[in-house]
């Protein structure tokens, strides 16, 4: 697969989702995309910062946006503006579980006040609240040729290994144009395709661990 290379899989007519079973193997991708000039990287793992800070990571180039329940909005504004000043070469979102744990807590506070509701309510509502969002950077990124990618952690299940939850699974398969898979082997980080408009599943690419821990 000389012919790509990771920035180049990434498609700018839909949503690119990361899946991943080992937060340090998915470190190490979105660190090297976040190499590029002109990356806004949503850090709701807090990971990627912590490394950054530490000078595990160089990515002299990024804008590193860490949202809460009260600021996700105000930063997703800014971020707008910010690829329509043609400022932004590349939208990461890390993660989908992240953002989930966030907002569970708050529609779970809101139902319990208003004595209706409970657990179903408020996935249904972080799950329309996070298409929305996701759309809104999308539907920019399609219009200026900027490439929004949003990772998601794969869950372990006894009786059949690793899977996405239902509700994020749901969304990313509706919504992405393309789908990728990372994971470390020994020495050396394999993405593989698993859906893409022009690259074949099942392809995969592989570097060389570029982080340190």
């Given at each position: 697969?000389?012919?790509?290379?990771?920035?180049?899989?990434?498609?700018?007519?839909g949503?690119?989702?990361?899946?991943?079973?080992?937060?340090?193997?998915?470190?190490?991708?979105t660190?090297?995309?976040?190499g590029?000039?002109?990356?806004v990287?949503?850090d709701?793992?807090t990971t990627?910062s912590a490394?950054?800070?530490a000078?595990?990571v160089?990515?002299?180039?990024?804008d590193?946006?860490?949202p809460?329940e009260?600021?996700?909005?105000e930063m997703?504004?800014?971020?707008?503006?910010?690829?329509g000043?043609?400022?932004?070469s590349?939208?990461?979102?890390?993660?989908i579980?992240?953002?989930?744990?966030m907002y569970?807590s708050?529609y779970?506070r809101s139902?319990?006040?208003g004595g209706?509701?409970?657990?179903s309510?408020?996935s249904g509502?972080?799950?329309?609240?996070?298409s929305?969002?996701l759309?809104l950077?999308?539907?920019?990124?399609?219009?200026?040729?900027v490439?929004v990618?949003?990772?998601?952690?794969?869950?372990?299940?006894k009786?059949?290994?690793?899977?996405q939850?239902p509700a994020?699974r749901?969304?990313l398969?509706?919504?992405?144009?393309t789908?990728l898979q990372?994971?470390?082997?020994e020495?050396?980080?394999?993405?593989?395709?698993?859906e893409h408009?022009k690259?074949?599943?099942?392809t995969s690419?592989?570097?060389g661990i570029?982080?340190?821990?």
């Amino acid at each position: 697969m000389a012919e790509y290379n990771l920035a180049s899989m990434l498609s700018k007519k839909g949503l690119n989702s990361l899946l991943f079973s080992d937060p340090y193997a998915k470190l190490c991708c979105t660190s090297m995309l976040a190499g590029q000039e002109n990356v806004v990287y949503f850090d709701l793992d807090t990971t990627f910062s912590a490394y950054l800070k530490a000078g595990l990571v160089q990515a002299p180039g990024i804008d590193v946006y860490l949202p809460s329940e009260g600021r996700f909005v105000e930063m997703l504004k800014d971020v707008l503006a910010r690829m329509g000043e043609k400022r932004c070469s590349l939208v990461i979102f890390d993660s989908i579980n992240s953002f989930y744990a966030m907002y569970y807590s708050y529609y779970r506070r809101s139902t319990e006040k208003g004595g209706s509701g409970g657990s179903s309510s408020s996935s249904g509502n972080i799950n329309h609240l996070l298409s929305v969002l996701l759309m809104l950077l999308v539907r920019q990124g399609v219009t200026l040729g900027v490439p929004v990618l949003a990772t998601s952690m794969l869950r372990f299940r006894k009786e059949g290994g690793w899977k996405q939850s239902p509700a994020s699974r749901r969304l990313l398969q509706k919504k992405s144009a393309t789908r990728l898979q990372v994971e470390r082997v020994e020495n050396e980080i394999i993405v593989q395709v698993l859906e893409h408009e022009k690259v074949p599943a099942g392809t995969s690419l592989s570097f060389g661990i570029t982080v340190s821990r």
